[in-house]
């Protein structure tokens, strides 16, 4: 990106300065690899390691400042030997004053409507505390604290750092050799240290078995309390996996349920499910996991094809019934949704839920089915999927956007003999928890 960027402004008159800081201040970054990294933890340990010549270091001076690029940019010198680019009409935009800024909600006041794009500073300076200040040409002047600025930089590796900061974007990939994270159900409620710990590892592993609940229905509205609230669908608040007359659901059925992935019939399906162990069968009614996107990458590795079919083809999904309230959803997703690098950020797919409606042309539809079956036998591969049986008391609580999941069948009786209790959460709800218990946690250490 930054050689890219260099070579256009060689080519454009009067930014031959620019492109010499740019150079300058990028030329002692090498190529790291993205990670996210809480050391300060065992639990937070993190396989991947950054490697650069000179460390980002959030907390270092302001050393000087300068203007480039006729006052269209500012250059930051920190006193570590770095250097900063802020584009002047960003750092208008983000004025930090009253009359720019909303500090008790922490929202911007100024309307982009009265931005200028062309805007350039005026003045810019260091105050004695530090701080770089700046005078526009109206005269309206901006106050911006080194460490603000710092975490804020466009370099490629601070960045990268913010982030994953941001997101948490490390996974820890597995197959048949899952080593269940387990916790105890009492020190997520009431630990904050326990908690933030079981959420960094949900977002981590994808998966987290919780033991020690009460073997009655209502323990799942505590851990929905506990991240904020659970979400609300078609099914309820919560809802109870069993053997059910007429059933509405292929879950509540005894039979074996193959590896899916929850509500793809939804827009925006639900990112974490909860199944709490109320009553469980003697024999059978094992579950059945496997990490989407591991199995998803090895797809990609070996048949590209059948990855780009299932990246790019949008499938219908339906589902009709009545439960909490009446329902007839529709939906089309893509099997795999990939972000703007190609990585798998989402995975759709529920065979019991797979429309009989195709909407793709008929020579596309082997093709698809022979993709969609690659897939699949991968999920089913015994290296790929994680086989446990839960106990009464046990909530297992797993990514439903990377997991599938499935149960062995068990056998019908005269008598409920298995009783899951099932609610889901987004992730907008649990990231925003973890971010809370993040800061309170690591504040206290």
């Not at 800024?101 to 409507?113: G, I, N, Q, V």
């Not at 997703?333 to 195709?358: P, S």
Request: charged content about 20%; glycine content about 4%; hydrophobic content about 35%.
């Amino acid at each position: 990106m930054w050689t890219a960027l260099a070579k256009y402004l060689l080519r454009t008159k009067g930014h031959q300065d620019y492109f010499h800081t740019l150079l300058q201040a990028q030329k002692s970054r090498s190529i790291h690899q993205k990670h996210f990294s809480l050391s300060r933890r065992p639990w937070q340990h993190s396989t991947g390691t950054a490697q650069a010549v000179q460390p980002f270091n959030p907390s270092a001076p302001i050393q000087k400042v300068e203007t480039l690029n006729m006052n269209q940019l500012v250059c930051v010198h920190w006193e570590d030997g770095s250097q900063s680019l802020y584009p002047s009409v960003w750092l208008r935009d983000n004025c930090q004053c009253p009359d720019c800024f909303l500090h008790s909600a922490k929202a911007r006041k100024l309307p982009l409507e009265n931005l200028d794009v062309n805007i350039v500073a005026k003045n810019v300076t260091v105050t004695e505390q530090k701080k770089v200040y700046i005078i526009w040409p109206d005269n309206h002047n901006s106050e911006f604290e080194p460490e603000w600025l710092k975490k804020r930089c466009f370099s490629e590796q601070a960045r990268t750092k913010i982030q994953d900061e941001l997101f948490l974007s490390e996974h820890q990939y597995w197959g048949s050799d899952l080593q269940l994270p387990t916790m105890t159900f009492e020190e997520v409620l009431y630990c904050d240290e326990s908690a933030y710990k079981w959420l960094v590892t949900l977002k981590k592993v994808g998966i987290v078995l919780l033991t020690g609940a009460a073997s009655s229905q209502g323990e799942l509205l505590k851990l929905g309390q506990r991240i904020g609230f659970l979400r609300l669908t078609f099914y309820g608040h919560t809802w109870q996996v069993q053997d059910k007359m007429d059933a509405n659901n292929v879950a509540y059925t005894t039979e074996k349920l193959s590896f899916h992935t929850d509500y793809p019939v939804l827009q925006h399906p639900p990112g974490i499910q909860f199944l709490h162990c109320i009553k469980q069968t003697p024999t059978g009614g094992e579950s059945e996991v496997v990490d989407g996107f591991h199995v998803a990458n090895k797809l990609k590795e070996r048949n590209p094809q059948a990855f780009q079919i299932l990246t790019s083809t949008l499938v219908d999904f339906t589902d009709t019934g009545a439960d909490y309230c009446d329902f007839s959803m529709q939906c089309k997703q893509r099997i795999l949704d990939i972000d703007d690098r190609g990585q798998v950020v989402r995975i759709n797919f529920n065979n019991a839920t797979r429309d009989t409606i195709l909407d793709i042309p008929a020579e596309k539809v082997k093709p698809f089915y022979a993709a969609l079956k690659d897939f699949v036998n991968l999920l089913n591969s015994a290296e790929n999927k994680y086989t446990y049986k839960m106990k009464p008391g046990e909530i297992v609580v797993f990514d439903n956007w990377r997991l599938l999941h499935g149960r062995q069948s068990y056998q019908a009786g005269t008598e409920i003999s298995r009783h899951l209790e099932g609610a889901y959460a987004d992730w907008d709800v649990v990231m925003s928890r973890l971010r809370i218990l993040q800061k309170s946690v690591l504040n206290r250490m």
